[in-house]
């Protein structure tokens, strides 16, 4: 009797085992990983390739299968110390290296592409730096990429650079004196000078330094303008070189921009970007004909919307809204390497979605719901915490 009650038992046992490979119950079935972040990067070869976090603070990638082509079916997972921010740049021989600040103690990290257009390999620790919060990176005019950061305990600006195209990083450097600063920005002035811009947590004011001269140090921070209250911002510059800064306002999410007078000099007052209200998040893409277009969310229905120049280098239209989809969150833009801008960003549940234009300077898709480029799958084996081997500096 015994025998056999160990057999049926084993029928059982086997039948259930079968229902749970087979996803009979819902239960077992393997639930993706929500994402929290995304950002955009390009290959040398001019594929796109996107690069998110997931709720596991975990990093992951996805590419384009060809230029302005389609997208990979599955998302790479790309290991690390478990992330909480994350920044992408090219290298001066077009790899792509990504930087990240991990969940821990607020260290930098950094990997990068073996070969343009490869794999990535380890992660290693970028300096003896802690508290970190987000960061940004910029590339000087002779190919040396710099990275930029806040601390997230006192708003301190720090920064590293490499001490030659492609090579390894220096040691971190505090910029100025000033405090309280966070969303830390960068761009290029038409000279190359980088210049950077962060927001003043305390009263929404934005700061500004810049190199010297090419290649160099920065100089001493300043305000830009009377404008306060202001909060995500963005910069990006003109087809003639010069820079503009994009902000919403944390009283009623509107739009406000400013500009540089000429290339290379001082900025002018804050500007109204029409009556759109509610905005939140922004990104910034440039079209193929050097008009500056600016994307938002609205924070109560989750609808992207947008604007754009109406020609090189002068005034904005009027906001529109792209399509029918709602409940988005966290944007990123890339550009196809014909030209056409394409718009990513996280959907119901983490889910990343995605749209592009129909022709280089030209309109948007608008489908109900916007194509799906899915959400990493969990690992076979669940992570135990933070990962103890990783390499040393680059």
């Known amino acids: 009797m015994a025998s056999e009650t160990r057999g049926i038992f084993s029928a059982a046992t086997l039948s259930i085992v079968a229902l749970i490979l087979i996803g009979w119950f819902p239960s077992s079935k393997a639930q993706g990983i929500p994402i929290l972040s995304i950002t955009s990067g390009q290959n040398a070869d001019g594929r796109l390739e996107l690069f998110v976090v997931g709720d596991d603070h975990t990093p992951y990638d996805l590419w384009q299968e060809k230029p302005n082509g389609a997208w990979t079916s599955s998302w790479t997972s790309l290991g690390g110390p478990g992330v909480q921010s994350i920044a992408v740049g090219n290298n001066a021989d077009e790899r792509l290296e990504l930087f990240a600040v991990d969940a821990w103690d607020g260290c930098a990290w950094h990997t990068w592409q073996a070969t343009p257009n490869g794999s990535f390999g380890n992660w290693s620790m970028m300096g003896d730096a802690r508290g970190l919060g987000q960061i940004a990176v910029g590339k000087n005019p002779d190919g040396r990429l710099e990275l930029f950061a806040v601390n997230a305990k ?136 050097g008009r500056l277009e600016l994307f938002a969310l609205n924070n109560i229905e989750g609808s992207a919307w947008h604007i754009s120049q109406t020609a090189p280098n002068v005034s904005f239209g009027n906001w529109s809204v792209m399509g029918d989809q709602r409940s988005l969150s966290q944007l990123a833009i890339g550009s196809n390497l014909d030209g056409r801008l394409e718009f990513s960003a996280l959907g119901t549940g983490g889910f990343a979605l995605h749209q592009s234009q129909l022709a280089p300077n030209g309109g948007w898709e608008s489908p109900i719901h916007w194509p799906s480029l899915g959400q990493p799958s969990p690992p076979l084996i669940p992570s135990a915490g933070r990962p103890a081997s990783l390499s040393p500096g680059k």
Request: charged share 20%; hydrophobic share 40%.
């Open 154 to 289: 006192d708003g301190t600006a720090w920064t590293t650079w490499q001490g030659s195209p492609n090579s390894s990083f220096g040691d971190w450097k505090q910029m100025g004196d000033a405090r309280d600063l966070r969303s830390i920005v960068v761009g290029n002035n038409a000279d190359g000078r980088l210049e950077v811009f962060a927001l003043n947590g305390k009263d929404g004011s934005v700061w500004q330094a810049w190199q010297t001269k090419p290649n160099s140090a920065f100089g001493t921070w300043s305000i830009i303008g009377d404008m306060r209250g202001l909060d995500k911002i963005v910069v990006s510059g003109n087809a003639d070189g010069r820079l503009e800064i994009f902000a919403l306002d944390t009283k009623d999410g509107a739009a406000w921009t400013t500009w540089q007078t000429a290339p290379n000099s001082t900025f002018g007052d804050w500007m109204s970007m029409g009556a759109a209200r509610g905005l939140s998040q922004l990104a910034l893409g440039k079209n193929a004909d």
